[in-house]
């Protein structure tokens, strides 16, 4: 197939020409005092959205800057909106294009220019009518994903211009990606097929295809035309977001990015990483330096759907960022580590885990060392672990951690003993929102070390001894300690409207573990 640079013909060169003529020949300086002189504007709209113009170069000795404004109301001179959509300081630099436009609308450019005298000129005003969508032939990748899960062009050929986000070769498959110039969500669409081989990263191209959904992903495939518009443009910035809010159809395509992700697991071709909101995935079909689990990392690159996981995909190295590990070998989470059972499977081994904080390093009394308490971002059953040993004695609520430890069940309560290693990853992280439980529901061991939640529970015995008393919803009872650090004085018939807590292990009965007064609110 032959690739063909477009080129802008005839009557808006031979205008602009003519135009030069117009500004006259003015070779002497302007005084301080002298409006410096006008240039005439022409500007016409492109394909991809956009509005490409010229304008006649300033002659004046005095010139300073030119600021070119856009409207969707005429007489922008007697009211210029707030900021220009191009300034220039030298006065040679007279071409513009206006990217990211909307189909059917009408807009109006005028150019001021500026001297060092604090003078300025308008030039005249040029309107320019986009083309209406429903009625061309070329869509925008925002129109092919149709806001939806699947295209609404699934199955049809249709002709899609944008700038290219991803180049041929740069990701392993026959894969190229587009955007919009506007950027945003549902601004991306990927190419699948050898045709758009030779396109490059910063082209403006007009490609025809037929949309499909190839399990789940949008695709323009069968290409039976690729023309490149013009090169160089400035792509959108990525779109910049926890690795929760990648997993996410509006952002199928767009390049996005994240900092401060851990990699918590390595597959065969992705890797899990979590940045304390809850894991997306890292797919390697770009060529860069692959990361090692337990690494930190930021990350950017178009988003990809495939395997029934959401996968950002580096192009290249200048798309990632690592930074040093968390601990050898794999970093698991705490729901592998409680292998949903009494005993944890992995009882006696040293592993590396990682999760949020929830109870900070001393927050809980203990006689020797310290006790903290994690949770995976996404919360559950089996979603906690406690930690015991002096090393997580600095550790804060909102943490992001990798820790490294033997697990140990503790008169038989699963614990992770002893740390020798503890990075911190990234702090002021969401914690996961307290299970809400019932009384009776509360004390089994899928909850243990889970921060749980009690509502409309009642004080049914003020002292069991040791600082413990219980409380019932009606369902049945539940025992409350007191490790943490709070000023109630338990008293038969207060109610709290709320009671939040870890589910302890000790002595052969689960209790709940208040953190402090904010945790327990009376009715």
């Not at 009518?129 to 032939?137: A, F, H, Q």
């Not at 997993?247 to 395509?253: A, F, L, R, S, V």
Request: aromatic share 10%.
């Amino acid at each position: 197939m032959m690739y063909r640079q477009r080129r802008i013909i005839p009557l808006c060169i031979l205008a602009a020409m003519a135009l030069v003529l117009s500004c006259g020949d003015d070779e002497s300086p302007q005084g301080p005092g002298d409006d410096p002189t006008p240039s005439t504007l022409a500007a016409d709209a492109g394909l991809n959205n956009s509005v490409s113009g010229w304008w006649t170069m300033c002659p004046d000795d005095d010139f300073s800057e030119y600021s070119l404004y856009r409207s969707t109301t005429s007489d922008i001179s007697s009211d210029p909106p707030a900021s220009p959509v191009k300034t220039a300081s030298s006065a040679s630099d007279t071409t513009f294009t206006d990217a990211g436009l909307e189909w059917g609308e009408t807009y109006y450019y005028a150019l001021r220019t500026l001297n060092t005298g604090g003078n300025s000129a308008w030039s005249n005003e040029v309107q320019v009518v986009m083309p209406d969508s429903g009625g061309c032939l070329y869509l925008s990748c925002y129109q092919v994903q149709g806001q939806q899960a699947s295209s609404p062009y699934e199955g049809q050929e249709v002709t899609v211009t944008a700038l290219v986000s991803s180049g041929g070769g740069e990701l392993y498959g026959s894969y190229t990606v587009l955007a919009d110039a506007g950027g945003g969500p549902w601004t991306g669409l990927v190419l699948f097929g050898d045709s758009a081989a030779a396109i490059a990263r910063g082209d403006s191209i007009l490609v025809t295809g037929t949309v499909s959904e190839y399990y789940g992903l949008t695709e323009l495939t069968y290409l039976n035309s690729v023309e490149i518009l013009s090169s160089g443009h400035t792509l959108p910035s990525p779109a910049a977001l926890t690795t929760a809010q990648v997993n996410d159809e509006q952002y199928e395509g767009v390049v996005v990015s994240v900092s401060s992700a851990v990699v918590v697991s390595a597959g065969q071709y992705s890797y899990e990483i979590n940045d304390g909101s809850g894991s997306c995935y890292l797919g390697n079909r770009g060529d860069y330096s692959e990361p090692s689990v337990g690494d930190t990392i930021d990350v950017q690159g178009p988003l990809f759907y495939e395997f029934d996981e959401w996968r950002i995909q580096p192009r290249d190295n200048n798309d990632i960022s690592i930074s040093g590990g968390g601990g050898g070998g794999d970093v698991h989470t705490c729901y592998e580590i409680q292998g949903q059972q009494a005993s944890s499977p992995y009882e006696g081994q040293t592993v590396s885990v990682t999760g949020v904080v929830v109870v900070a390093g001393g927050e809980y009394y203990s006689s020797s060392a310290a006790y903290a308490v994690i949770m995976d971002a996404g919360g559950g059953p089996w979603a906690g672990l406690t930690l015991f040993g002096s090393d997580v004695s600095s550790l804060n609520r909102g943490d992001s951690v990798t820790v490294t430890g033997e697990i140990q069940e503790y008169y038989g309560f699963t614990e992770l003993a002893y740390p020798t290693s503890v990075l911190v990853h990234t702090t002021g992280n969401p914690i996961p929102d307290p299970e809400p439980v019932t009384t009776a529901d509360a004390g089994q061991e899928q909850w243990e070390s889970v921060l749980l939640m009690l509502t409309n529970a009642t004080v049914t015995e003020d002292d069991l001894g040791y600082g413990e008393w219980a409380v019932d919803d009606g369902s049945g009872d539940i025992r409350i300690d007191d490790l943490g650090d709070y000023s109630y004085t338990p008293v038969i018939g207060d109610t709290f409207s709320q009671i939040v807590g870890v589910l302890w292990y000790s002595f052969d009965v689960f209790k709940l573990e208040p953190r402090d007064d904010s945790d327990l609110i009376l009715e």
